[in-house]
Every structure is written in structure tokens, then in C-alpha cells.
């Protein structure tokens, strides 16, 4: 799982570069659209951290770079703010296809603008979270003042923004004029969620004001204190990340936690479609068990073999610090590590035979602290005394019963 590169098609049959991010430790319960900036692209670092903070939250965001922009085919040029409402809707067709309708829909800047175009759009959207975004697309233009005349005039100009130069055509200028942003808003009726920070100095507060107001319930708004337009602090995107994904799961459907009930001190609970994804109730605890890609798991937990080396190696640090403590020793850390494997047992005498091979642990032991030589031996010999070492040693039962 994790970060995926995409392709997909707009719909002038171009190819558009996106990165697909999924969590790491579950399937996605919603799909997230993500529109950038003018100008950006999907790897601006601000959208990377939202998007990280949204899989965390067990969301999937697919963000791509509009046409004519980062590895997206096509000239900037010869697009305009229309054409990239329409590359959303491709991308939400990309995601229906393939994975899921997206149900949220997030853009920065004029990306917000038109996040909410967008989203009127496709049917599968439930909620929009907008950052920084406009009142209007024409309010672009102010970026472009000093070359206003002479697109007008010419036709085109050549404008440099932050640092990069783009070609801007009139027809860029006269889509923006023909598209009414508080109106669309207005007959959105989707859950609307606006976050705009009061020291913008690109893209100015009122905005979010004007757009709060056109909106109809279910509206909110968050106000990102001290946060630049481009929300070059992580710790602003970060957050910016976590209130849409608590925000959102009021507006989109998610599928109940399943509850695991046991009189047991464990539980394990696996349905049948899903592989090897493994639900568990561990003491007062839940967790997901699972088997690695390569054994066509999903990795979305530990295998039951690094679940069993872990109660090892908890039980190893606990009891050797148990130890020390009543010594009185000066050990201010013990880190165990270990591993699991089946290898030929020592001294065997029929090494070449595959039925000779054992269960095998490795256990490393770093301590520190200011331990002479004798006492770090002693240590040693106690690390073999742990109740969870001692159990792997000695004969075991394991009684069954259907209940």
C-alpha cells in the first residue's frame, strides 16, 4: 500500500501523472480528491502533508497535477480554470474505475474554487474542504495585474510566478469572468468546510467570509491563526489534514468497527474476503494481524510470528528491568531485538535433513547504563529466566473447543 504513482486521461485524451496514497494499515473506508494551487502540482509539500495526515485517518487521496503542469502532459498555456474542474471529474472517474467513488473533495487556493465546481459535478461527493480558496476565480487576475494589459492587448503574456514562468492566454482571463462562484456554492448543498488563515496575504480573509455567507448549511469554518497562504509550516498542514479528516466523517459513510467481545484474554476474528487481514482483541486492546504482501497479505499488522517475537522481546525488557531495579543497578535502558526463523538445530547430526530444522529465535540485547562486565553476564542469564522464554521452552498444550 502506501504511495502509488497513477496516470489517467482528461478528457482530451491527455495523460495526467498522480500519486494515489492509501493507509498502511487498512483498506480505505473514503476516497479524497485533491486539487492543488494555481500554478503547483501535487507535490507541493503542504499537499503531501495533508494527504499524509488524511491516510492516517484511514482515508485515500489521489493528488495529481492538472494539465500542463508537473508530470501531467499538455501546455498551461492553452488551458484554463474550466479545464481543470473537468480534470477533477476525470480523476473521480479514475477513482470509480478503479478503486472507489470519491465522497471528499479538498482544493488549495484556486484549487478550492474549483474543488467546489467540481463537486457539483459528481454525484459520489458528499462533502468539499476548501483552504485559502477564492470567492471568486477571477480574483486570480490580481496575481497577473502587471501583465493585464498586455494579455489583453496581445493576447498572451509571459508571467513569472514564484519563480517560474508561465504563459497566460485572455482566454484563461475570459473563462474566469464567465464562472460565479457564490452562486454555485450557494446551490451546492453539500457539506462545506472552510479553513482559511487571517494573515493570508495572497488570497485575503474576506474570501472565506463571502463564501461562508453564499453557503448553505452544513457549513463551517476553521481559522488557520498564523498559517501563509501556501501553508509552508508542516505543523499548519498537518493540522490542516486532521480537522477535515474528523470533520468528514460526520458527511461520509463509514463502515461500523466491528466489536470483539471474548472471555478470553485474546481474540482473533477473520472473515472470509478478507484474506489474511486479521481483527484481534488483545486483553483490554484491538489490533489487526496480518501476513506480509509476499505471502499475499496486505501488511497491515504484524504476522502471528512477530507477534509471538514480540511478546519475547516485551517480556525480556520487563523482566530484566524488574531485575535491575531490585539490584539497585544503574540500567536506564534495555532495547531487545529479535527475530524468528526455522534453522538446523546446533550441533545436529543430521543437518541435511529437513525435518531437523527447529524453531529458532534470535534475541540481541543492548543495555545502557553504567553496568561493569559482571553484571551485564548476570543480566544475560536473567533474560533467559523471562516467563514468556521459559514458556517456549517447556512442553505446552493447546486444548480446542467449539463453541
Not at 489517467?8 to 483498506?27: M, Y
Not at 474576506?206 to 481559522?223: D, R, T, W
Not at 505543523?235 to 478470553?264: F, K
Not at 546446533?346 to 529465535?361: P, R
Request: overall charge negative; proline content about 3%; hydrophobic content about 35%.
Amino acid at each position: 500500500m502506501g504511495l502509488q504513482k497513477v496516470t489517467f486521461n482528461n478528457k482530451e485524451g491527455q495523460t495526467l501523472a498522480g500519486r494515489l496514497e492509501l493507509p498502511v494499515d487498512q483498506h480505505p473506508h473514503n476516497f479524497v480528491l485533491f486539487a492543488h494551487c494555481f500554478t503547483c502540482t501535487k507535490n507541493l509539500l503542504a499537499v503531501a502533508h495533508i494527504s499524509r495526515a488524511l491516510t492516517s485517518k484511514g482515508f485515500g487521496v489521489l493528488r495529481f497535477d492538472f494539465t500542463g503542469l508537473g508530470e501531467s502532459e499538455g501546455d498551461f498555456e492553452n488551458t484554463n480554470f474550466s479545464g481543470n474542474v473537468q480534470d477533477l471529474v476525470a480523476a473521480a472517474d479514475y477513482l470509480k474505475g478503479n478503486y472507489k467513488a470519491p465522497t471528499l473533495i479538498i482544493g488549495h487556493s484556486l484549487g478550492g474554487a474549483a474543488s467546489i465546481f467540481a463537486a457539483a459535478e459528481i454525484a459520489s461527493v458528499k462533502a468539499v474542504a476548501t483552504v485559502g480558496a477564492p470567492s471568486s476565480p477571477a480574483h486570480v487576475k490580481h496575481l497577473l495585474r502587471s501583465e493585464l494589459d498586455e494579455i489583453t492587448s496581445t493576447g498572451k503574456a509571459t508571467v513569472n510566478l514564484s519563480g517560474r514562468d508561465f504563459t497566460i492566454k485572455k482566454q484563461f482571463l475570459d473563462d474566469l469572468e464567465t464562472k460565479s462562484l457564490t452562486s454555485t456554492v450557494k446551490n451546492l448543498r453539500k457539506a462545506l468546510l472552510i479553513l482559511h488563515s487571517p494573515q493570508d496575504q495572497i488570497v485575503g480573509i474576506q474570501n472565506a467570509e463571502e463564501l461562508y455567507v453564499a453557503a448553505h448549511h452544513p457549513k463551517s469554518f476553521i481559522s488557520l491563526d498564523g498559517a501563509d497562504h501556501l501553508l509552508s509550516n508542516k505543523n499548519d498542514s498537518m493540522y490542516v489534514g486532521e480537522v477535515i479528516a474528523g470533520w468528514a466523517t460526520r458527511y461520509v459513510d463509514m463502515a461500523p468497527r466491528e466489536s470483539l467481545t471474548t472471555q478470553h484474554q485474546v481474540m482473533a476474528s477473520l472473515d472470509a474476503e478478507d484474506g489474511f487481514t486479521t481483527s484481534m482483541k488483545v486483553g483490554n486492546h484491538f489490533m489487526t494481524a496480518d501476513e506480509p504482501i509476499s505471502y499475499g497479505g496486505n501488511d497491515f499488522g504484524p504476522s502471528p510470528y512477530e507477534l509471538v517475537s514480540a511478546g519475547l522481546s516485551a517480556c525480556t525488557a520487563m523482566t530484566i528491568q524488574m531485575y535491575v531495579k531490585r539490584k539497585g543497578w544503574p540500567l536506564t535502558n534495555v532495547e531487545v531485538h529479535t527475530s524468528y526463523e526455522k534453522t538446523h538445530a546446533v550441533d545436529c547430526e543430521n543437518c541435511e535433513n529437513e525435518g531437523t530444522k527447529i524453531d529458532t529465535f534470535y534475541r540481541e540485547i543492548q543495555l545502557t547504563g553504567d553496568l561493569d562486565g559482571q553484571q551485564k553476564t548476570r543480566i544475560l542469564e536473567i533474560a533467559d529466566k523471562c516467563p514468556v522464554h521459559k514458556t517456549l521452552h517447556s512442553k505446552t498444550q493447546v486444548i480446542n473447543k467449539l463453541i
